[in-house]
C-alpha cells in the first residue's frame, strides 16, 4: 500500500471514531479500552484499534524498505517512534478540512519527524553499557578489550564513569537537557562514588533522600553487584532495545572468546558470566526411594570464576590470544553494525555465527543439542559444505586426516565426523532418516556426554585456529580461507 493511502485511511477511521457516538472499543471487547498516543505535555489523543493497526503496517513497510532500520532498530521501539511522529501529525490538522491536503501535510511531518528522530541516533545515539560480570580468580587483572567489548576489574571501572565527563542531565518531568560543555566530572558522582565504594567494602550505607542521583546509585550497585569486574560494550547509531540486545550479545561472545583459553570452554564458561545472565547459586536436589527413604543433595549452579590459572600463565595466554582477540572483537563489531564499512565482512559474519553457535553449545545442558551446535559451529566455518567440508577444515586448520584415528575406541576422523553430524545433528534436527524413510530408534535417549566432549574438543580448536589464520591473513575475505 502506498504511503499516502495510509494516510488517508487513517485520517478517514480518526473522523469516524471522533463522529461516532459511542466510545472506542479494543477489537470484540466490550470493554472501553481505550488506546493513546502521547503528543507531548502529558497531553494524549484517543486513536481505534484500526488506526493502531494502520500505523503499525505503515512502521513495517517503511522498515522492510530499509536495510538500516532493520538492523538499528527492533521492530517495536520503531513502531513506538512512528506512533509517536503519528500523535504530532496528527494533532496539528484540522479534520474538516480537505482530506488530501490533510495527508499532505500528516506524511509530511510523520517523514520529517521520523528522519529526524532515527538520523539523530544514527549519527549522535552513542551508548556504553555495563554489566558486572566474572571472570578470573584474581580480580585486579588489567583491562583489556576485544573490538567494543572492554573488561575492567571494578575499581578501575568506577574510576573512569566518575571521571569521564558529562555534558547532560535529566530535568524536570524526566527530559533530557544536553549542555556544549561539561556540567560535571562524570555520569557517577563524586557522593554516588564515595558510597559504592562503602558498599562493596561490605558498609551499611545511610538512606539518601529521593533523588535522580540515589536511583542511579541503586541501578549501580544491582547492576554491579559482588562481580569483581565490570564488561561495557559501546555501541553507536542503534534504538534502546536493539542496542541492548546486540550489547548483550557482543557481551556473550566475548566471554565466549576468552573461554578459548581453556582447553574445555564450556567450564571455562560457567565462571565467565554476566550477572545480568547467571548469578551462583546452591541448587538442592529431592528425591524419593521406592521404600519411601528422603534422599538429598545438591549441586551449584555455575562457578564464581574460570579454572584457576597461575597468574603469569594467565597473563601470558591472554597476551599471545591478542592476535585472535583482535579477530574475533572485528567479528562483534560487524554484529553491532552488519551495513557498516567492514574490510572483510564475509569472514566476520563466518565468524560471529561460528561463535554463536559455539557459545550455545558451550552454555546447552541437553548433550544431544550441544553437539548440534558444536557441529553447526565447524559447518559454517566449512562454509557450509556439511561432513565432508568438516573433514577438509580439520584437515586444513588441525593438520589431522580424515582416516587418522581420535577416538580410543578407534573411531577416524571421518567415523568421528558421521557420528557427531550425522547422528547427532541430522538426525536431531530433521530425525533419523533412511533410505528417504523416517526410522526413529532410542539414539535420543542414549548419553551422548562423550560425543559432546569430542565435538567441542575439534570445534574449540577449529575456532582458535580459524581466528588465528584470519589474523595472518588481514587482506583476505574469501569464505573458503579457513579450508586452505
Not at 567494602?201 to 550497585?221: H, N
Request: aromatic share 8%.
Amino acid at each position: 500500500m502506498e504511503p499516502r493511502k495510509f494516510i488517508e485511511d487513517i485520517i478517514r477511521a480518526l473522523i469516524q471514531l471522533q463522529q461516532s457516538p459511542q466510545p472506542a472499543r479494543s477489537g470484540n471487547s466490550k470493554v472501553y479500552l481505550p488506546r493513546m498516543i502521547g503528543i507531548g505535555n502529558g497531553r494524549q489523543i484517543i486513536v481505534s484499534e484500526e488506526i493502531d493497526k494502520l500505523i503499525a503496517d505503515f512502521a513495517r513497510q517503511k522498515m522492510n524498505t530499509n536495510t538500516s532500520l532493520k538492523t538499528h532498530f527492533s521492530v517495536s521501539e520503531f513502531r513506538k517512534l512512528v506512533r509517536a511522529a503519528f500523535g504530532l501529525a496528527l494533532v496539528k490538522i484540522d479534520l474538516a478540512d480537505d482530506i488530501s491536503k490533510n495527508v499532505d501535510s500528516v506524511l509530511n511531518d510523520v517523514d520529517t519527524a521520523i528522519d529526524r528522530d532515527t538520523t539523530w541516533i544514527s549519527t549522535r545515539g552513542q551508548r556504553e553499557y555495563a554489566f558486572g560480570c566474572t571472570l578470573f580468580s584474581f580480580d585486579d587483572v588489567a583491562p583489556f578489550a576485544i573490538g567494543p567489548v572492554r573488561f575492567e576489574p571494578r575499581p578501575i571501572w568506577l574510576d573512569r564513569k566518575a571521571s569521564d565527563g558529562r555534558s547532560a542531565r535529566i530535568g524536570s518531568g524526566g527530559r533530557i537537557e544536553r549542555f556544549g560543555h561539561n556540567i560535571a566530572d562524570g555520569a557517577i558522582s563524586k557522593i554516588m562514588k564515595r558510597r559504592i565504594i562503602r558498599a562493596w567494602q561490605g558498609q551499611k550505607l545511610r538512606t539518601r533522600k529521593p533523588s535522580a542521583d540515589s536511583v542511579f546509585e541503586q541501578s549501580v550497585l544491582e547492576a554491579i553487584g559482588k562481580c569483581p569486574y565490570v564488561c561495557s560494550v559501546k555501541v553507536s547509531g542503534l534504538g534502546d532495545k536493539a542496542g541492548e540486545d546486540k550489547a548483550l550479545l557482543a557481551a556473550r561472545l566475548a566471554l565466549t572468546t576468552i573461554s578459548l583459553n581453556w582447553e574445555k570452554p564450556s567450564a571455562a564458561l560457567n565462571g565467565l558470566n554476566l550477572r545480568f545472565d547467571r548469578e551462583m547459586r546452591n541448587q538442592t536436589l529431592l528425591s524419593f526411594t521406592a521404600d519411601g527413604i528422603i534422599l538429598g543433595g545438591g549441586s551449584t549452579s555455575n562457578m564464581p570464576h574460570a579454572p584457576w590459572v597461575e597468574r603469569g600463565e594467565l597473563e601470558s595466554h591472554l597476551q599471545k590470544f591478542n592476535a585472535n582477540f583482535t579477530t574475533a572483537g572485528e567479528a562483534i563489531e560487524w554484529l553491532l553494525d552488519p551495513i557498516g564499512p567492514h574490510n572483510r565482512p564475509k569472514l566476520q559474519s563466518i565468524i560471529t555465527q561460528a561463535m554463536l553457535w559455539f557459545h550455545d553449545g558451550c552454555r546447552e545442558i541437553f548433550g544431544l543439542k550441544a553437539i548440534v551446535s558444536f557441529a553447526s559451529c565447524m559447518d559454517i566455518l566449512a562454509s557450509g559444505g556439511g561432513r565432508k567440508s568438516i573433514c577438509n577444515l580439520i584437515r586444513a586448520r588441525l593438520e589431522i586426516d580424515e582416516g587418522a584415528i581420535i577416538h580410543r575406541d578407534g573411531f577416524t576422523v571421518k567415523e568421528v565426523i558421521d557420528q557427531i553430524y550425522g547422528e547427532g545433528r541430522v538426525r536431531f534436527i530433521h530425525g533419523p532418516i533412511q533410505n528417504g524413510k523416517h526410522i526413529w530408534g532410542d539414539k535420543l535417549g542414549h548419553d551422548w556426554s562423550e560425543k559432546r566432549g569430542l565435538a567441542e574438543w575439534l570445534a574449540r580448536n577449529c575456532l582458535v585456529s580459524c581466528l588465528g589464520q584470519a589474523a595472518e591473513h588481514l587482506g583476505d575475505d574469501s569464505p573458503d580461507l579457513f579450508l586452505k
